[in-house]
C-alpha cells in the first residue's frame, strides 16, 4: 500500500485538540460535514486490540465450526479457510482505503451515499445502512447465544446428570446481555484499557490452548487431516458440500470492519483505523490458520466429537486430553475471550446504528440518534441494540440451530454492504478518479484490480451464506436467513416509502464540495 500525496507533516496531526481528536481528525470531520459528539479514547493499539477482540478468529474457530465440520470435515475447514482468508483480504484492504477517504461511523452506508452514481446515491445508500444494522444487530446477538450456551456446556461437563435446556440457554443469554449493556454504557471510558487487556489474553489463551491439545491429546495423521473429506449434510458432491460449509470459515473472518464504527473514537482515525483493520487482520489470520491445523489434528473421530453431549465438538477434543475439571478451566479462557467480544461487538454496533440514525435512516431517529453529553456516548442506541439482542436470543428458545441461522443473517446481511460499497467505490475510481478524496492510506494503482476481486468475493460469499446445512431441508434446520433478509429488505422499502424518502438525503450532503448533478 502506498500514501497518496496527503501530506501530514504540517497539519497537526499530533496536536490534540477538545475531545481527544486531532487536527486531520478535525479535517476529516470538517469534510463529511459532521460535528465532533464523541471522545477519541482509542489509540492505535487499543484500536488493533479492539478489532483483534471482536472478530476473535481462533475462538470462533475453535467454538463456531459445527457446520464446516459436517460438510467437509477437517480437511475442508482448513482448505477453505485458507480461500476464504485469501478473498477476504482484497475485501478488507477495499473497506480499509475508504475507511480512510471517509473515517465515519456511518462506514458501508455513507461511503455508498458519497461514491455510488448520483442517481443511486440515496436509494442505495439507505438500502446499504439497512443491511447494515442488520448485519450488525444480528452478529451482536450471536456473542450472547455463545456465552450461554458454553456455560451451560461446562454445566455437562462437571455434571453429567445435567440436561441442558434452550429457555435455560436463553436467560444465560439475556443476562449477558444485560451486563454487556450496563458495561457499555458506564464503563466506556475504560474499554481501551479493557481491550488492551484482553489483547494480552488472546494470545496467552492461544498459546495455552494449542499446548495442551499438542502435548496431551491424540492426534490424527497428516493424511487424514488435509485430505479426508466429509460430506454429512447429503449433498450430491463433495464441491457442493465444500461451498456450503464454508459459512465456518467466512463467520471467522469477518468484522475486522468494526473499526470503522468506532471512527469517531479513535484518534487520527483517517491513518490509524486502515492500519488497525488490516494489522488485526493479519494477526488474526496468522493466529486462526495454526490454530485450525492443530484443532483439526486432535479430531480424531469426527462422528464422536459430533455427536458429544454438550453439543461443542472442541469438547469433546479436550476431554481426550484433560480431565472435567480442566475441559472445564480451558473452556473457559475462549468463554470469557468470546464475552470481551461481545463487548465489543456492541460497541461497534450500536455507533454505527447511532450513525445510521443520525443521518435520519431509522424510524425514531431523534432518540436513537441522541448522544449523553455527560457520557459522550450513544447511550440511547446502546440501549436499542441490547433489547434487540434480548428479542433475538428468544430464537434460541424454539430452535436449537438458531445460532446458525443469526450467523448466516450476520453475514449475508453483511455481505451485501460489502458487494454495494466496493462497488461504489470501484465505479468512482474508474468513472471519476479526481472526484475521489485524498486518504493517507491508499490502494494507489492497485486499487481497481483490489476493488474488483473484493467485490467479486463478496458476491460469491453472499450466494453461498443462504444455504442450509443439510438436505433434505425441514423447517427445523431450515437457513432462515433467507426469509429474514427478504423481510427486512420489505421494512425498508415500506419504512423508505412512508417516511424516508421525505426526511432521508443521505450524507453525501452534507460532504464538502457536494453538488447535485
Not at 467466512?250 to 469517531?264: G, K
Not at 488497525?276 to 494477526?283: N, V
Not at 420489505?490 to 453525501?508: E, H, I, Q, S, T
Request: aromatic share 12%.
Amino acid at each position: 500500500m502506498k500514501a497518496s500525496s496527503f501530506d501530514d507533516s504540517e497539519s497537526g496531526s499530533h496536536t490534540v485538540l477538545s475531545k481527544g481528536h486531532t487536527q486531520n481528525d478535525k479535517a476529516d470531520m470538517s469534510r463529511m460535514g459532521k460535528e465532533q459528539e464523541l471522545r477519541r479514547n482509542y489509540r492505535l493499539v487499543s484500536a488493533i486490540a479492539f478489532t483483534v477482540i471482536i472478530q476473535g478468529t481462533w475462538e470462533v474457530l475453535l467454538t463456531a465450526t459445527y457446520q464446516g465440520l459436517v460438510d467437509g470435515g477437517p480437511a475442508g475447514l482448513i482448505w477453505s479457510y485458507i480461500w476464504t482468508f485469501i478473498g477476504f483480504t482484497f475485501v478488507m484492504l477495499s473497506l480499509a482505503e475508504m475507511a480512510s477517504m471517509a473515517p465515519t461511523a456511518g462506514g458501508q452506508y455513507h461511503w455508498v451515499s458519497e461514491f455510488a452514481p448520483p442517481s443511486l446515491q440515496k436509494p442505495l445508500s439507505y438500502f446499504t445502512g439497512w443491511m447494515s444494522t442488520l448485519s450488525w444487530q444480528a452478529g451482536t446477538a450471536s456473542g450472547p447465544l455463545l456465552v450461554g450456551t458454553l456455560i451451560q456446556s461446562c454445566a455437562v461437563v462437571a455434571y453429567p446428570d445435567y440436561a441442558p435446556t434452550n429457555w435455560q440457554g436463553t436467560l444465560m443469554c439475556i443476562g449477558v446481555t444485560i451486563l454487556v449493556w450496563g458495561l457499555n454504557i458506564w464503563g466506556s471510558r475504560a474499554m481501551p484499557v479493557f481491550q488492551n487487556i484482553m489483547l494480552g489474553l488472546h494470545v496467552v489463551g492461544f498459546l495455552v490452548v494449542i499446548a495442551v491439545l499438542w502435548a496431551l491429546a491424540p492426534s490424527a495423521s497428516a493424511e487424514v487431516t488435509f485430505t479426508h473429506f466429509i460430506n454429512g449434510g447429503g449433498w450430491n458432491s463433495m464441491g457442493l458440500s465444500l461451498m456450503v460449509g464454508q459459512i465456518a470459515a467466512i463467520y471467522a473472518c469477518i468484522c475486522s470492519d468494526a473499526t470503522a464504527h468506532m471512527s469517531e473514537e479513535i484518534q487520527d482515525a483517517g491513518k490509524t483505523v486502515p492500519r488497525a483493520m488490516m494489522g488485526s487482520y493479519f494477526i488474526n489470520g496468522a493466529l486462526g490458520i495454526v490454530f485450525l491445523i492443530t484443532y483439526m489434528f486432535m479430531i480424531t473421530d469426527l462422528d464422536a466429537a459430533l455427536e458429544d453431549a454438550t453439543g461443542y465438538p472442541h469438547l469433546w477434543v479436550f476431554a481426550q486430553a484433560v480431565s472435567p475439571g480442566g475441559v472445564v478451566a480451558l473452556n473457559a479462557i475462549p468463554t470469557i475471550l468470546i464475552f470481551a467480544g461481545t463487548l465489543t461487538f456492541n460497541l461497534s454496533t450500536s455507533r454505527q446504528t447511532w450513525a445510521f440514525a443520525r443521518d435520519h435512516g431509522l424510524p425514531f431517529s431523534g432518540w436513537i440518534g441522541k448522544v449523553n453529553k455527560d457520557l459522550e456516548i450513544p447511550a440511547n442506541a446502546v440501549t436499542l441494540t441490547s433489547c434487540i439482542t434480548a428479542v433475538l436470543c428468544l430464537i434460541n428458545i424454539g430452535s436449537d440451530v438458531a445460532f446458525n441461522a443469526i450467523i448466516s443473517l450476520n453475514v449475508v446481511s453483511l455481505m451485501i454492504t460489502y458487494v454495494i460499497s466496493i462497488g461504489a467505490v470501484l465505479y468512482r475510481r474508474i468513472r471519476h478518479p479526481e472526484l475521489l478524496p485524498q486518504c493517507r492510506w491508499s490502494l494507489g494503482r492497485w486499487g481497481v484490480l483490489v476493488n474488483t476481486l473484493g467485490v467479486l468475493y463478496a458476491l460469491h460469499a453472499f450466494f453461498w451464506c443462504f444455504w442450509p446445512m443439510s438436505t433434505p431441508t425441514t423447517l427445523v434446520d431450515f437457513n432462515w436467513a433467507s426469509v429474514m433478509f427478504v423481510g427486512v429488505g420489505v421494512l425498508c422499502m415500506v419504512d423508505y416509502v412512508v417516511r424516508a424518502r421525505k426526511v432521508y438525503k443521505g450524507p453525501v450532503v452534507l460532504v464538502e464540495g457536494f453538488k447535485t448533478m
